[in-house]
């Protein structure tokens, strides 16, 4: 078995070891005519302000990959690699015909080679045969964003599984050319699934398990990194009668997520990160490296529970959080309870049906 999972790790690593030999090339000319405009990068669970131009811009990211100690749950830490030293990574906003240049740094710290692949990218590797980049060193390459969209970008070293589930995973928004729709609040929030040595709640800094990745049996799911990272003071924040958008993604590496917010109808989701939308619906699903964009109003004041509804991941292994929304009560929406009261004994529902 280890020898079958050596083989493919090492034929892997060669292929991309042949893509990743530099290819200098020239900067596209038309870039040099555009306005340049420094990237705001946000950590999760916020978001760079929309973007309000209405032309194209050479827009630069300067984005740093990171390994470092972070808690993982309540006494537990892992080590996570990082892209900005967040899990998820920074997020990035760019504009349907944006020239990007994209600055990839590795800490000096580092002990491994990283590299990004942006599924916003048309271009061989999604710019990971452009990025190797040892530790110390910057690489760089510009694309052009054709097509808008809400896109995954990970790490795509040897082996790649290893460096997704160890965190190495973020979201890049493209706005199309008209942008999106205005509304009072946006959140980032990105699902992945973590495979640890110890039990769950196992403490003490816990390395990866190889051999739990391979079987597809995570020890942790959870949002933005870590267990409770939406809970508590840390709980995102609204006021009754807002309209919210969330930026959803799925670092995987492994599950598909059954994305929902208890008390909540997102009254738009923009499936798979595309441009169409469904209305009206109540979970959705968003596939390992994927995406999706949901809208909703917030009616009424209270706590909405955001889970993936495989529903055990959720209550057991931490893909849950909270969003708090503070305002005046609208009986005509929700009452609350309105009475608790014995009621006479008689044959129970469904007694016929044997």
């Known amino acids: 078995m280890k020898t079958r999972h050596s083989l493919a790790i090492g034929v892997l690593a060669a292929a991309i070891a042949m893509a990743c030999v530099p290819a200098f090339a020239a900067k596209p000319a038309a870039a040099s005519q555009l306005p340049v405009i420094a990237a705001e990068l946000t950590?999760?669970?916020?978001?760079p302000a929309p973007i309000t131009r209405r032309t194209p811009a050479k827009v630069v990211v300067d984005l740093e990959m990171v390994e470092k100690e972070m808690r993982l749950a309540d006494g537990v830490t892992y080590n996570f690699w990082t892209f900005g030293g967040t899990v998820p990574g920074s997020f990035i906003r760019v504009r349907q015909g944006d020239t990007v240049e994209f600055k990839l740094k590795n800490h000096h710290s580092s002990h491994f080679s990283h590299?990004?692949?942006?599924?916003?990218?048309?271009?061989?590797?999604?710019?990971?045969?452009?990025?190797?980049?040892?530790?110390?060193?910057?690489?760089?390459?510009?694309?052009?964003?054709?097509?808008?969209?809400?896109?995954?970008?990970?790490?795509?070293?040897?082996?790649?599984?290893?460096?997704?589930?160890?965190?190495?995973?973020?979201?890049?928004?493209?706005?199309?050319?008209?942008?999106l729709a205005p509304v009072d609040k946006e959140f980032y929030v990105m699902q992945g699934d973590f495979y640890t040595e110890g039990e769950h709640g196992e403490a003490g800094l816990q390395p990866f398990s190889l051999e739990k990745g391979i079987d597809e049996k995570p020890t942790y799911v959870v949002f933005n990194g870590s267990v409770g990272a939406l809970t508590g003071d840390n709980a995102l924040k609204a006021n009754a009668g807002e309209t919210i958008r969330m930026f959803v993604g799925n670092g995987g590496p492994n599950l598909v997520?059954?994305?929902?917010?208890?008390?909540?109808?997102?009254?738009?989701?923009?499936?798979?990160g595309g441009s169409k939308y469904q209305e009206n619906v109540q979970t959705t699903l968003i596939p390992a490296g994927g995406?999706?964009?949901?809208?909703?109003?917030?009616?009424?004041?209270?706590?909405?529970v955001l889970v993936d509804h495989s529903i055990f991941r959720a209550f057991h292994k931490g893909a849950l959080g909270l969003l708090t929304i503070e305002g005046e009560d609208r009986p005509e929406i929700y009452s609350h309870q309105q009475h608790d009261i014995e009621y006479p004994e008689g044959e129970p529902q469904g007694s016929h049906h044997k």
């Open 115 to 179: 590299n990004i692949d942006l599924h916003a990218v048309t271009g061989q590797g999604g710019g990971a045969e452009a990025t190797f980049t040892l530790p110390g060193r910057e690489t760089q390459f510009t694309f052009k964003a054709l097509n808008p969209g809400l896109y995954v970008y990970h790490c795509a070293m040897a082996p790649v599984a290893m460096h997704v589930a160890n965190g190495m995973y973020g979201l890049i928004l493209v706005e199309p050319e008209e942008g």
């Open 257 to 272: 997520s059954s994305f929902h917010v208890i008390g909540e109808i997102f009254d738009k989701v923009y499936f798979e």
């Open 43 to 47: 950590s999760p669970p916020l978001v």
């Open 291 to 304: 995406s999706a964009m949901v809208e909703f109003k917030a009616e009424v004041p209270g706590n909405l």
